[in-house]
T-cell receptor, first 112, second 110 residues
Framework: SAVISQKPSRDICQRGTSLTIQCQVDSQVTMMFWYRQQPGQSLTLIATANQGSEATYESGFVIDKFPISRPNLTFSTLTVSNMSPEDSSIYLC?????????FGQGTRLTVV | RKEVEQDPGPFNVPEGATVAFNCTYSNSASQSFFWYRQDCRKEPKLLMSVYSSGNEDGRFTAQLNRASQYISLLIRDSKLSDSATYLCVVNPPNDYKLSFGAGTTVTVRA
């Protein structure tokens, strides 16, 4: 299995600011994804982080709001831009190898 | 219709009991199926993959019914530590993206 280190684990941010979340995988994974999870709900896919190219966003998510980078096979960042209270959620990165998905520990974001 | 649907529960069971629950999926061509466990305020972790023939891992048994498009998870001899949310996860064909159910919450009481 792979280990994914995600940071920060939590943050409280002012509205209008931006937060960048980082994920580092201890070994190469085929795919990396970013999810959002509201309390008591399932994971919603934000985008697929593509190595060396622009991320592929799901319906309802756009690059200007959630810019993503993946400069190599083991590292990715997600930025939540111009935050509002509606962005308060848990953000999770995930890596996939051989169809098994591994998750970072999550970032609990509160926007005030 | 959602891609993956689960009974949210909660299932409240005493220690030692057996608890079982299902998950249905909409894409009949889906190839890979998993159960993940998510503890409160933690990330999901793979519990077990679900194979066509069904599979068992200790006290946990997973079954796949392709005809009716559902998978099941059975937990025997429940332990307090089994209390968690169990996520049904389906991998559509030709796609690395995973579809997650909303989760079934299980609470095992002493």
């Amino acid at each position: 299995s792979a280990v994914i280190s995600q940071k920060p684990s939590r943050d409280i941010c002012q509205r209008g600011t931006s937060l960048t979340i980082q994920c580092q995988v201890d070994s190469q994974v085929t795919m990396m994804f970013w999810y959002r999870q509201q309390p008591g709900q399932s994971l919603t896919l934000i985008a697929t982080a593509n190595q060396g190219s622009e991320a592929t966003y799901e319906s309802g998510f756009v690059i200007d709001k959630f810019p993503i980078s993946r400069p190599n096979l083991t590292f990715s960042t997600l930025t939540v831009s111009n935050m509002s209270p509606e962005d308060s959620s848990i953000y999770l990165c995930s890596g996939v190898r051989d169809t098994e998905a591994f998750f970072g520990q999550g970032t609990r974001l509160t926007v005030v | 219709r959602k891609e993956v649907e689960q009974d949210p529960g909660p299932f409240n069971v005493p220690e030692g009991a057996t608890v079982a629950f299902n998950c249905t999926y909409s894409n009949s061509a889906s190839q890979s199926f998993f159960w993940y466990r998510q503890d409160c305020r933690k990330e999901p972790k793979l519990l077990m993959s679900v194979y066509s023939s069904g599979n068992e891992d200790g006290r946990f048994t997973a079954q796949l019914n392709r005809a009716s498009q559902y998978i099941s998870l059975l937990i025997r001899d429940s332990k307090l530590s089994d209390s968690a949310t169990y996520l049904c996860v389906v991998n559509p064909p030709n796609d690395y993206k995973l579809s997650f159910g909303a989760g079934t919450t299980v609470t095992v009481r002493a």
